[in-house]
């Protein structure tokens, strides 16, 4: 068995005072698809946002345990965010292209780095796009503004600009959230294609989604990890009380 | 009857009468004025005829002050916006509250600290330099909060997505929320040169109320709506009332033209708010 991509030991979240995780353990292997699912605020986006720290830039948060990402200890004094934030890329609920054109949305996290010559740049953005499957809808109109594009496509550029710094891990928080049926078959079908050469942990409250996309699942409850397991597993034989409850509706936080 | 017509009915009175006033006004002062206004009137150097003096004094004081506060806007409200999340922290607070304080001072006050500072302390000539001085105090809190403003518009997912990437919170700044937030902050530099070049009281007691033969930036820099000032109070020409309303209304109008490029720079780089995002 190959090492877990991301390894959680023992983590907790507080905001302020209020605890957002509390003690979750999980390991999520190289190259596969975890979904992370369970009733609004019970963690899942806070765990997401734990692993690129993110949770950096928010006040009064505190943070105990130790994240492992590719076998760095990302909390340990000395280690580098930006590294880890360019290993680990981020996929938001809401498309968040930046105002510029296509092009530079997709260079800017290249351009961060400094210099790259303008050939590269558009190889790798080409490269990134067609990752993406959005290339052939782009293709010859990379100067036009992003916020021309439908929410789909924006979305679809979001992971092309998340994928150009060449990341290990994606996490993505409800990426379909606010898109419509179609463009999210579009993402899941993505998806599927990144699944193997991408470590992807995906928040999402369409159960659906999860049985179609996701290899394994996670179930969260008030900030405690409830159980993990094959997707197919947690979705017909949970094993905890509260899983099933939610799987079918009647949970009551 | 369609519903809020009433409403909608006294609502365009007022805007109607509201511009009327406005028209009124504007129109007597061209009417007064623009008979008085020519070439020689807008370029001479002779002060009892001409405002040539005073336009540049005008255009050089404002256009300093505004190359020394809009970098020290900008610094200010980039470290209270981008730097400090938490608006609780002591030194923001402070920040906030001289910079409120300041906004609301009464610009004549201002300008006496000033020159009690530089006149007084540092002996500095009652100049265009001293009137730069005076507009950097005057403007620096407008142009803090109108930049403060303009960062605040700047939508936070912006910000997420470019810390997501590995951007430091400067390449942010930089990259992301500044080219974001451009076409808003253009705007503002506009309403700030429209209101330091109606500036008067503040710039009587700094910069005078004369200008010498020798243009200096430590000679005497009376602009544009002080000469105004001056010729109604002071002024002993038979035309004074016709120059006042001439210079009236070249100041109006430089104004609206300084006013109308702003804005459409300001459209140019992507109008005065960021684009929504608009999910289709």
Redesign the interface.
Known sequence: MMAPTVRCDQLSVWYGRHPALKSVSLSVQAGEVLALIGPSGCGKSTLLRAI?R?LD?V??IRIAGNVWVDDEDIYQKGVD??????RV??V?Q???????TIFNNVA??L??TGKRTQSELRRVVEASLTKAALWDEVRGKLAR?A?SL??GQ?QRL?IA??LA?EPTVLLMDEPTA??DPLSTARIEDLMGQLKGQYTIMMVTHNLRQAARVADRTAFFAKGELVEVGLTRQIFTAPSDRRTEEYLTGRYES | MRRGWRAHSIALVLALLGMGVFLAIVASLIQEGLPAISWRFLTGWSTSESIGPELLNTLVMVGMTLIVTIPLGLMTAIYQEEYH??PAKKRVATLSRVRATLLSAPTIVVALVVYRIAVGWWHWPVSVLTGVLTLSVINWPFLATLSAQALRGV?D??R?????????RL?TTR??VL??ALGFLVEGWGLAFARLAGESAALIVTAGVNVSRHWSLFGPGETLAVHIWYIRTEGVSLNRGAEAAATGVVLMALIAVVVWAFGRLSRLL?GAQ??S????
Not at chain 1, 81 to 86: F, N
Request: aromatic share 10%.
């Open positions: 690129n993110l830039e006040a009064h965010v930006t590294t880890l934030r360019r890329g981020m938001f809401t498309p968040n292209p930046f105002p510029f800017y996290g351009r961060l503004p916020l439908s929410g924006q979001c600009r998340a710094v606010s898109l | 999340y938490n939508p997912s912006y997420q997505a470019s810390l997501a990437l590995g951007a430091s390449q990259g992301v080219p974001a992507g960021p684009p995002q608009e999910v289709r």
